[in-house]
């Protein structure tokens, strides 16, 4: 790609994780992020991360703004999802990002993707213009909730789940029981996210007679309850509760959250609050053809 005055735009492709991980917790210092090297490698691999797909700003040998791209498939196409967006605070307002997208459109179209998602939360119009200006369009809204542990657990104390069993299952054993779920899950909580790190997620399923009747899945070290679903046939039994309360009792956070539930599952979000948890924030889900 070309440089312009004394920044250039390239490839992070042969860049060091450190390098990457120097400039993203630079970028996002003032933002109240509590992330640090462990975390954000966990993050990059959960979200399919690919540097040699992943474009930034340099001035000199300093990555000052950056564009981090995970690749997958995500409804049946090559898709390019934005795992991280940040610029340096001294660098802001320069049309850093603006640049750098723009200039790996014609790299991801040969690497073969065909499409492009993002996550922003509502609250940030500037970033929704933005986008919009750019060519991407809104998908759907997400709803993110979060909760102290004890509270839950305060709420679910009683949960039992009848006559079901709730036992450990195989990470590779969800996408069997994925007709149990309302709604796709978003990129980072998809089936897919789940086995790139499957060693990180706890994975809980509820049996009766044997016969899978629902499942939940959890990334203990952070507190994020990822997946949860009920058969719809077996609903309103306290097998979602008994799920959610093994999910928490495994937490090695002090919270709970959950996020990108779409917003007009009003049954799911009902749930949720009566369990303790309470809105934390908003997303949309946007998207763009390449």
Not at 4 to 15: E, H, K, P, W, Y
Not at 127 to 148: P, Q, S
Not at 251 to 272: I, M, T
Request: hydrophobic residues 40%.
């Amino acid at each position: 790609m070309e440089g312009m005055d004394n920044i250039t735009v390239g490839s992070l492709a042969g860049v060091t994780f450190d390098r990457v991980a120097d400039a993203f917790l630079q970028a996002f210092a003032d933002y109240g992020m509590k992330l640090d090297r462990d975390s954000l490698s966990d993050m990059f691999r959960r979200r399919g991360a690919r540097f040699d797909l992943s474009y930034a700003a340099f001035d000199g040998d300093r990555i000052v703004s950056f564009i981090i791209n995970g690749i997958g498939v995500h409804n049946g196409r090559l898709t390019a999802y934005d795992t991280g967006t940040g610029t340096v605070k001294e660098y802001r307002g320069l049309g850093l990002t603006d640049r750098i997208f723009a200039g790996s459109l014609g790299f991801l179209r040969a690497a073969g993707v065909e499409s492009y998602l993002l996550e922003v939360l509502k609250e940030n119009v500037p970033a929704v213009k933005i986008y919009t200006r750019l060519g991407f369009e809104t998908m759907r809204g997400f709803d993110c909730y979060n909760a102290c542990n004890m509270d839950v657990l305060g709420r679910l104390a009683e949960a039992r789940g009848g006559c079901v069993e709730i036992r450990p299952i195989e990470a590779g054993e969800v996408g069997g029981m994925a007709g149990f779920m309302d709604f796709c899950p978003s990129w980072q909580n998809s089936i897919g996210s789940i086995m790139r790190n499957k060693e990180a997620f706890l994975c809980v399923g509820a049996f009766k007679g044997g016969v899978p009747v629902g499942f939940g899945v959890s990334e203990t070290a952070y507190g994020d309850i990822t997946l949860l679903a009920v058969d719809r046939n077996h609903r309103r039994q306290g097998i979602g509760s008994a799920l959610l309360k093994t999910l928490v009792e495994n937490n090695r956070a002090d919270r709970a959250k959950v996020l990108n539930v779409e917003e007009n599952q009003g049954p799911a979000k009902s749930f949720l609050t009566a369990s303790g948890f309470e809105f934390s924030c908003g997303q949309y889900e946007m998207a763009r053809q390449l």
